[in-house]
T-cell receptor, first 114, second 117 residues
Framework: AQKVTQAQTEISVVEKEDVTLDCVYETRDTTYYLFWYKQPPSGELVFLIR??????QNEISGRYSWNFQKSTSSFNFTITASQVVDSAVYFCALISTNAGKSTFGDGTTLTVKP | GAVVSQHPSWVICKSGTSVKIECRSLDFQATTMFWYRQFPKQSLMLMATSNEGSKATYEQGVEKDKFLINHASLTLSTLTVTSAHPEDSSFYIC?????????????FGPGTRLTVL
């Protein structure tokens, strides 16, 4: 069975603060993929990043960075110098290469105040 | 990038009626499509997996007779909510896996918001 846990239900920060969204996962598969999605109020999922289980390199994309640690089964997401437009619900997800099914965490609602 | 559309984007219907939601891959062929349901302020829950030309595989707890899925072509999958009731009101999202692509390559549609009165 697969499980994705996003322990932070809601986070509120003031603009320009850095914020880290936590994601911990469980899977018995040795090969899998991890994702982060942003869901603004419109509802459409916006793809942010995909990482496979063999690639533990951290990644930075502009103000976004991701820290993948297989030893702790974590795939955390950091937004640097947050902006009001970053306000959304963020989902961490896992896909098992065996079944191809996506398992989503419960999401973290991020509110960035001006 | 690959585009997946859903139609309608929102629908309001009376209790007891059936509603059909379409999911189309616009610029690629999708051998597999996935249907998710998202209740307000909750996560996405996988309902079923459909492969072109074969019966859908439903997740545990999802009534196959209530949520009819038809994946008739490589670019179209439909979800029909039969005899809809207010508790079926939700945000339905599909995703499509391109033909020949690995399982991690899935593209999400924009979602359909269903409200049953």
């Amino acid at each position: 069975a697969q499980k994705v846990t996003q322990a932070q239900t809601e986070i509120s920060v003031v603009e320009k603060e850095d914020v880290t969204l936590d994601c911990v996962y469980e899977t018995r598969d040795t090969t899998y993929y991890l994702f982060w999605y942003k869901q603004p109020p419109s509802g459409e999922l916006v793809f942010l990043i995909r990482r496979n289980s063999f690639d533990e390199q951290n990644e930075i994309s502009g103000r976004y960075s991701w820290n993948f640690q297989k030893s702790t089964s974590s795939f955390n997401f950091t937004i640097t110098a947050s902006q009001v437009v970053d306000s959304a619900v963020y989902f961490c997800a896992l896909i098992s290469t065996n079944a191809g099914k996506s398992t989503f965490g419960d999401g973290t609602t991020l509110t960035v105040k001006p | 990038g690959a585009v997946v559309s859903q139609h309608p984007s929102w629908v309001i219907c009376k209790s007891g009626t059936s509603v059909k939601i379409e999911c189309r891959s616009l610029d690629f062929q999708a051998t597999t499509m996935f249907w998710y349901r998202q209740f307000p302020k909750q996560s996405l829950m996988l309902m079923a997996t459909s492969n072109e030309g074969s019966k859908a595989t439903y997740e545990q707890g999802v009534e196959k007779d209530k949520f009819l899925i038809n994946h008739a072509s490589l670019t179209l999958s439909t979800l029909t909510v039969t005899s809809a009731h207010p508790e079926d009101s939700s945000f339905y999202i599909c995703s499509a896996q391109a033909r020949g692509a690995s399982t991690d390559t899935q593209y999400f549609g924009p979602g359909t918001r269903l409200t049953v009165l």
